[in-house]
């Protein structure tokens, strides 16, 4: 005769477990964790800030006649703060949100 199906176990997660295996599942794939992955795009955007400005103190002093390059340069950075911007806003709403949460 025909066997019944059956289902595996449903367990339900523990919060604090299932929250820091999502984490290391994370951390898995691409080798780091939010933190330091938040710090390198802190240090790009700062580095793209810093080619910028001294492309344009390469400008102002004659040393760099690329016009375009250094438009260029600081049209990234620019965006590259922007973006920074609105991921600071959307932590920050999302902070808040969490914050009036009741328990």
């Given amino acids: 005769m ?3 199906i ?3 176990s449903i367990q339900t997660p523990n919060p604090a477990t299932a929250a820091r295996g999502v984490s290391q599942a994370t951390e898995a794939k691409t080798g780091k964790d939010f933190k330091s992955m938040l710090l390198d795009s802190l240090d790009e955007v700062n580095r793209l800030q810093t080619e910028a400005d001294a492309g344009v103190q390469r400008l102002l002093t004659g040393e760099a006649d690329n016009t375009a390059e250094v438009l260029a340069a600081a049209s990234k950075a620019g965006l590259a703060f922007d973006l920074l911007m ?3 806003n959307r932590l920050t709403e999302a902070y808040q ?4 949460m009741r328990v």
């Fill in 2 to 4: 025909t066997d019944p």
């Fill in 6 to 8: 059956q289902f595996p």
């Fill in 86 to 88: 609105q991921v600071r």
């Fill in 97 to 100: 949100e969490i914050q009036q």
